[in-house]
């Protein structure tokens, strides 16, 4: 009998999956002896179970040694991810991508694992190459971004071969309205492995989920959050606008609260100040911001999220240090310079 034909009945009964069975189930659905059928049976019956936060860090060990080493080892003690899991249907505009070109101009270098929009209208992917990134760059080039431009983008699709058997069967459970846990395994699974992360989740108790997940990972130190909206709604992203459900990883682990942007001396804004669209749009909005004329809640989220990253790295002793640094560097030319040596980069 199949290897997911045995264990499917085991997780319609509710039962969690060792390590080493993750291990043989990721295999199975990274090849192409099961036929897709068997392995949408699987995934919906994991996902009606409940994935477990040791059940997502076997999957994301077992997705991390099948990714291509894009050989950046150097800088990764030293990195960041800003990234978001998606699949809040919220709207928002891009802000890690910013949030991403802050930081490497303060110093800190960033990479930036992703993909294009799926559930949103523009994915970082497509903002940040419509920005000047290449996202068909090769290791080699992106190590000289690196070193050159303090950021890079992992084009998700690139560095993950394995992804090509199961895309077909994921992309037929979404139809059927079907999360599975590789909505949330890509943040996890960077190919860059960077030692800090600051994560957005599109549901509050995935916080607490993925913040386990990411401890039994090694993660040095990273921050797991959600914005509360209302009742019925979140983000994936820390704003201006929501209370903020955070959760430590790491060196951070005894963080565990909920925030709100007083508490760090900025307003509190209307969500709708927040709100993104398609390509055009957020280009647009983009220009906006880079000539103060953004909106003013989107702006402060945009700084509230790199300061939090300049905490979480380690170059502030506390979020508040970083607030004035960050819209400094947004608003006084350092990112629109960033910008422009990023067309440059991928043209030469």
């Avoid at 996902?47 to 800088?75: C, Y």
Wanted: proline share 5%; aromatic share 6%; charged share 20%.
């Amino acid at each position: 009998m199949a290897l997911l034909v045995e264990l499917t009945p085991k997780l319609a009964a509710r039962q969690n999956l060792t390590p080493e069975e993750v291990a043989l189930a990721a295999a199975a659905l990274a090849a192409t002896e099961e036929p897709d059928d068997i392995k949408g049976a699987f995934l919906t019956a994991l996902a009606l179970k409940g994935e477990t936060a040791s059940e997502i860090a076997a999957f994301a060990k077992a997705f991390r040694a099948r990714a291509i080493d894009p050989g950046v080892g150097p800088w990764s003690p030293r990195a960041i991810d800003i990234v978001g899991t998606g699949g809040d249907h919220a709207g928002g505009f891009n802000i890690s991508s910013l949030v991403v070109l802050v930081l490497a101009c303060a110093g800190v270098p960033v990479m930036k694992h992703g993909n294009r929009g799926i559930t949103s209208k523009c994915g970082s992917a497509d903002l940040l190459a419509a920005l000047g990134v290449d996202l068909a760059a090769s290791p080699e080039k992106l190590r000289a971004a690196l070193d050159k431009l303090g950021y890079v983008f992992f084009f998700a699709p690139n560095y993950h071969p394995s992804f090509k058997h199961i895309g077909p069967v994921r992309k037929a459970l979404a139809a059927q309205g079907q999360r599975t846990v590789f909505n949330i395994l890509g943040p996890l699974i960077n190919p860059g492995r960077p030692a800090h992360i600051l994560l957005g989740v599109y549901s509050q108790p995935l916080v607490e989920k993925l913040a386990s997940a990411l401890d039994e990972l090694g993660q040095e130190a990273g921050l797991v959050g959600h914005g509360i909206i209302s009742a019925t709604q979140g983000i994936d992203e820390l704003t201006t606008a929501t209370d903020n459900y955070v959760r430590g990883v790491g060196r951070l682990r005894d963080v565990r609260a909920t925030w709100r942007a007083t508490d760090f001396g900025l307003k509190i804004s209307p969500f709708s100040e927040l709100q993104g669209g398609d390509v055009t749009a957020n280009l647009a909005i983009v220009e906006a911001i880079l000539t103060g004329k953004g909106p003013g809640g989107l702006v402060d989220t945009i700084v509230f999220n790199a300061a939090v990253g300049l905490h979480v790295t380690g170059h502030t002793p506390e979020i508040r240090a970083g607030i004035e640094t960050a819209r400094q560097l947004l608003l006084g030319g350092a990112v629109r310079a960033k910008i422009t040596a990023t067309k440059e980069f991928y043209l030469s």
